[in-house]
């Protein structure tokens, strides 16, 4: 049995740098996911480069960036990647495939709180998506870039990565605002020789689309969330998996940080931060409901939480199966264990 294994690169959600930088503070989130000699990335959260090379891996080995959303916490170190991991590179390889999010297409609806309505940034490209994301990204770097290539004719990142826009199935009603979670069922976003990766549409509003993405092979099978709220889009891909990485936060600790005070922006995060993520209770019952044979929670909010509390959250929850709450640079095995039903 080859190599099927996750490897926690980094397990904080949330743009922010947790503080205090204790022990128990985590890096961005970012999950490796390890298929033999290959490995796949999924988000590349805050320290995602460094991480990966913690880890042990090397820029030859990867077969993929895997992009759940366009939220800064899952893609701030997209360009440290590219722009360091070229270097791991010689142009000989396969071009590494990024894949994620299109353009939104519509930017979402001003908050009903708002007294004075917000200038968007950019509006001439409001909501790019993967491909212009990684454009523009690159473009930005024009100048280091452009003496890689001219004066150490280096192959650029342009020609090692190749960023592509997953293109939601037609039929299902979608609309990023009126209805960005329909029910529906997991399509194939990639495959190679190891591996087929399908995503769902999950539900984290405003932002749109969301994904969750389930890797498959013939020796095991691991979902992961992405930044949702409890959703049966989830639960279907999670079905019977090996292994599943669900996000979680802290309520209590929402409440406790956004709601003492009366304002509109304690208001308008409180109410974000319940239309759009999962508690740990929930995040146990999605494993349950898709028989799930083991759960790791990551993407864990507030990031500097002692693992210890939330090890008591699953416990005071009660879950039927292993819960996991790995730190970063963790192993988790999505071999599969079970004797496979005939
Ligand atoms: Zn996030
Ligand atoms: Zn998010």
Known sequence: MSDHRIVTLGTAGGPRWWTPLDAHSRFGISTAVA???????????????????????TMDRLGGVFLTHLHSDHTTDLLNLALFGMFGLTGDEPRIPIIGPGDRGALPPVSARATVPPRPVAPQLPTPGTADMFRLLMESQATDLNDRVLDALRPSPTELFEARDIVIPGGLGYHPN??????????TVFEDDRVRV?????QHPPIAPAFGFRFTSDE???????DT??????????EGVDLLLHEAISF????????????????????HHRRSHTSVEEAIAVAHEAGAARLALHHLVPGHLPTESWLRAVAVAGAELEVVVPADLETVSFARQR????
Not at 35 to 57: H, I, N, P
Not at 198 to 202: C, F, I, K, S, Y
Request: include cysteine; hydrophobic fraction near 45%; charge should be negative.
């Open 178 to 187: 009126d209805a960005p979670t329909p029910d529906m069922a997991p399509f």
């Open 339 to 342: 004797a496979l039903a005939f």
């Open 229 to 238: 709220a409890k959703c049966d889009n989830m639960v279907r891909l999670a």
């Open 252 to 271: 209590d600790w929402v409440a406790s940080t956004y709601g003492g005070r009366d304002d509109e922006t304690s208001r308008a995060s409180i109410d």
């Open 198 to 202: 399908d995503a769902v549409l999950v």
């Open 35 to 57: 298929v033999g000699d290959r490995v796949y990335l999924v988000d590349a959260g805050l320290g995602a480069g460094r991480q990966f090379a913690r880890a042990g891996f």
């Open 220 to 226: 095991g099978s691991v979902a992961i969330s992405g």
